[in-house]
């Protein structure tokens, strides 16, 4: 183990801005693609962030451990850990969710080549679960931070405060000591990356930009999709269906409201019969007050 314990260095940095993404659009068990946290252009061609890792570590129970932490302000003058949760679907890691903290392992090669990258997934909140998130948490402490709004059910208030758009990933050398549950991490040898910023699209920019994962989809149906509406507006009738273009009928989905733009339904069974090992793709329509705001185009996919 080291005698003198130096921060980490990061040589490839996570990238500066990034399009958040529901956790229902990132669910491994519903076939989503895995959006993996990228890292911004370096000298290595590096595709992920990394740090490095020097010689001094030669502990075979080496752990990174991996946090994402709120960006401290005026408001907010101490660093909290940040709600939205990360994971990662590499083997061996140990996650601590209430935390929201991964430890990674290092393994012989990784030492040996003085870096390790990491594979990480964030995913974003509704506000519904925002609301029911609670206090938030200090880092490296068991306290919570005090209320800072007067309103703590409010989504919104909550999300400004904490600029959580903003985030931080916090790297600590860790080492698993006998029958330890959790690494124990050292403090000095903590870094923060750089400051990641949530890309937001405003309805102004383009109102007929209409955003939805997955395109596609098992024939029996059940596919989760997530569905981003500008037109969007909660205070009128909407409703959402399958348009079944061979007999005109309108197969009406039930749908729920993620947030004011954003709305969340499963696919109902293709209503064409299947026929063999075929693919077709059927309109899913959106309508406020009668009138259509939105239309896409879902490719129902027989099993093999």
């Known amino acids: 183990m080291a005698q003198f314990n130096l921060p980490l260095r990061i040589i490839a940095q996570p990238r500066a801005s990034y399009r958040e993404r529901y956790l229902c659009e990132i669910d491994r068990s519903h076939n989503r693609s895995q959006r993996f946290i990228r890292a911004e252009t370096n000298p290595y061609d590096l595709n992920y962030p990394t740090i490095e890792i020097t010689k001094q570590w030669n502990t075979e129970r080496l752990y990174i451990r991996v946090t994402l932490v709120t960006v401290s302000s005026e408001q907010v003058p101490v660093t909290c850990i940040h709600p939205y949760p990360i994971d990662t679907s590499e083997l061996n890691v140990i996650k601590d969710i209430a935390k929201n903290t991964l430890y990674f392992p290092v393994s012989k090669e990784e030492l040996n080549n003085g870096r390790k990258s990491f594979q990480i997934i964030r995913g974003k909140l509704t506000q519904d679960k925002l609301k029911n998130y609670g206090q938030f948490c200090i880092l490296n402490t068991d306290e919570k931070d005090v209320s800072r709004t007067h309103d703590p059910y409010d989504a919104r208030k909550i999300i400004n405060i904490y600029q959580l758009r903003k985030s931080q990933l916090l790297f600590s050398i860790a080492e698993l000591f006998h029958e330890d549950l959790l690494p124990g991490i050292y403090d000095e040898t903590s870094v923060y990356s750089h400051i990641m910023t949530a890309i937001t699209t405003t309805v102004n920019d383009n109102v007929s930009l209409v955003r939805y994962a997955p395109k596609q989809g098992h024939w029996q149906g059940g596919d989760e999709v997530l569905m981003f509406i ?62 259509e705001i939105a239309r896409v185009c879902f490719l129902y996919q027989s099993c093999k």
């Not at 500008?230 to 009928?249: A, E, I, T």
């Not at 733009?261 to 209503?271: S, Y």
């Open 230 to 291: 500008p037109k969007l507006d909660k205070r009128k009738v909407c409703q959402v269906y399958l348009q079944d273009s061979s007999s005109n009928n309108k197969n009406l989905i039930h749908f729920e409201f993620v947030d004011m733009k954003t709305i969340t339904f499963k696919t109902p069974p293709c209503p064409i019969q299947k026929a063999g090992n075929r693919s077709i793709q059927i309109p899913i329509v959106v309508s406020l007050s009668g009138k």
